[in-house]
């Protein structure tokens, strides 16, 4: 399992997005976005969610005919789960979380 937090600091540094940048998209300061991704052993998953969509992406269930994602996701968020946990919980019935963040070129990381 990949750590997510670090997967989407890694992602932000590719793209030259800057935390300021992306806490305004979700509506948090910069330092509680930072706080997020540094300082907490684990977010959870409603706060992973917010991040990867204000960076463009989604997160989506694989491998799994039977799980309601919208369902699941919410539950999750109602409860404040972390998302190494959903990840264990999916991972342990033959299913997967996917981080898809989309790819931008140089000069549309500028604009961003």
């Not at 264990?88 to 961003?112: D, F, H, M, Q, T």
């Amino acid at each position: 399992m990949v750590n997510v937090a670090e997967e989407i600091k890694q992602y932000m540094r590719e793209n030259n997005i800057s935390y300021k940048e992306t806490a305004k998209r979700i509506g948090w300061s910069s330092q509680n976005l930072w706080d997020k991704l540094n300082k907490r052993a684990e977010p959870n998953m409603e706060n992973v969610k917010r991040i990867v969509e204000s960076l463009g992406g989604t997160i989506e269930i694989e491998s799994c005919h039977s799980i309601d994602a919208t369902k699941l996701f919410t539950a999750v968020e109602n409860e404040q789960i972390g998302y190494s946990v959903v990840e264990k919980i999916l991972n342990s019935v033959g299913c997967s979380l996917k981080i898809n963040l989309p790819k931008y070129n140089s000069k549309r990381c500028a604009e961003l």
